[in-house]
């Protein structure tokens, strides 16, 4: 399986340079140069799989064997997910009125990116044990990127990690999932500015390609496509769980709501929809409505500021994953993904080709929620179901009910959860509800923190090569005296 990337400038890699890799060396996002179809027949086998299963197979159908033997591969990702805390991992809980929810929340952060990260890294662990390599992971977050990427590496010998944190665009629980971890390989820098201004210092240090290579650079951001992959798997999990039956042809349609931000989660959809998974997808967004306006008008264009929402970890403005998907839909056209970003990065504004726009429409639907919507949603789901919603996975079942209220006949819909609303207990107080915490996330409070600011008026990036390079010097230095 080879990787191209979207912009067709930059020579094409395997699974393990993909892995490696932040944006492709033109500015580009990597994905595969083609996608396996399957069939009825393997869609009816992998129906009765648990969420493991998928994976496995999915994972195998992209990482060649020649990279990762099999065995290999079903031993890393039982390894990743063995601390979930459902025996599932990922769980549907069915409640009234139709709503079915997929819990993608039982991991170490309580947040759907534990799935995708846990595996994500232990491929990285394979391949640099393999190599006696090591690399630096940067990761900005406004939500909880940051702590599922430290819980997936933390300790990890051959690996530091510099997470860029949004100064109060964070719940108070996510924040403090980052802030205490003391591990040496751990790097935490608060920053004073929203998640566009966040992306700038990444993007600028990566697009230095000698600079990333000189210094192992690598990005667990949803552009990193292994994300992309595992994430595929929720969209399977979730037809499989919903569809009423697996023995009609042609196989029944279900509608796979999905709550975005940066559009990770929806490139993996409209990927899986590519590979012949008959899914409906529906992508709802708080009042930062970029892909929205895309999806309705062809309108791919930046508005004049990130509206903070309780929604926070969707208060997104550039959606970079959407890059894959016009790829996708485009016929895998590089020119015309190039031509269409590089326009958009230049001025900050683009009208989708009415060909482009047709095809993204007739692919998915797609909802703007307003907090007070959010606030509703969650009100209505304790009241009927006494189940608690986090403010993301009310985005979206606020959609399913718009939809109840309108009483039309409609598919099977399953509404995917991302995290648990124990971590925003301001949206739920925000909601007239009681919020409910465990155990492990009140204890947080009381740990002793660690992070460096990073103030406006700073050079950030700056300070972020210059972290970089000091932590490439430590790690040269003791791969000379391994004993120190």
Request: hydrophobic residues 40%.
């Amino acid at each position: 399986m080879w990787y191209v990337s979207t912009r067709g400038m930059a020579p094409r890699v395997d699974f393990e340079g993909v892995l490696f890799s932040g944006y492709a060396s033109d500015g580009g996002l990597f994905i595969p140069e083609e996608l396996p179809q399957l069939g009825r027949e393997t869609l009816h086998k992998w129906s009765t799989l648990s969420y493991p299963g998928l994976v496995k197979e999915l994972c195998a159908l992209f990482i060649g064997p020649e990279l990762i033997a099999r065995d290999d591969l079903h031993d890393l990702i039982d390894r990743a997910f063995s601390r979930f805390r459902h025996q599932e991992v990922v769980h549907l809980s069915r409640l009234r009125n139709g709503l079915d929810m997929l819990e993608l929340w039982h991991g170490a952060t309580y947040a759907f990116k534990d799935l995708s990260l846990c595996c994500t890294a232990q491929f990285l662990q394979y391949f640099l044990e393999k190599r006696e390599r090591h690399v630096t992971v940067v990761v900005g977050t406004s939500g909880d990127t940051g702590s599922a990427a430290i819980e997936s590496v933390q300790e990890a010998k051959n690996v530091d990690i510099i997470v860029l944190l949004l100064k109060g665009h964070c719940s108070k629980i996510q924040e403090l999932q980052m802030t205490p971890v003391l591990k040496e390989n751990v790097h935490v820098f608060e920053v004073e500015g929203n998640s566009d201004e966040l992306d700038e210092p990444i993007k600028a240090v990566f697009a230095d390609v000698d600079f990333v290579k000189e210094h192992s650079l690598m990005s667990l951001n949803s552009i990193n496509w292994s994300r992309v992959l595992v994430q595929t798997a929720h969209h399977f999990f979730a037809y499989f769980r919903c569809a009423p039956s697996m023995d009609t042809d042609p196989l029944p349609p279900v509608e796979v709501v999905v709550p975005t931000g940066a559009a990770g989660n929806l490139a993996a959809g409209c990927i899986a929809q590519k590979m012949g998974l008959p899914i409906h997808l529906v992508a709802t967004v708080n009042h930062n409505d970029i892909i929205h306006r895309t999806i309705q008008q062809g309108d791919f264009s930046l508005s004049k500021a990130v509206k903070p929402t309780l929604a926070s970890a969707m208060d997104i403005q550039v959606p970079y994953n959407m890059e894959r998907i016009f790829w996708l839909l485009s016929g895998s056209d590089s020119q015309v993904t190039r031509a269409l970003m590089e326009h958009f990065e230049r001025t900050q504004t683009l009208s989708l080709p009415r060909e482009l726009h047709s095809k993204l429409s007739g692919a998915m639907k797609s909802e703007s929620v307003s907090d007070e919507a959010i606030t509703q949603a969650m009100a209505c789901c304790w009241e009927e179901n006494q189940y608690l919603l986090c403010p993301h996975s009310a985005v979206a079942v606020s959609y399913h009910y718009q939809q109840m209220d309108r009483q039309q006949p409609s598919t099977p819909r399953c509404c995917l959860a991302p995290a648990s609303a124990a971590k925003f207990p301001e949206a739920v107080l925000a909601a007239r509800l009681t919020p409910e915490a465990p155990a492990d996330l009140l204890a947080l409070e009381h740990k002793e923190t660690r992070c460096t600011p990073m103030r406006r008026g700073d050079d950030w990036t700056l300070i972020l090569r210059g972290t970089i390079e000091d932590l490439s010097q430590q790690w040269r230095g003791h791969a000379l005296n391994p004993s120190e």
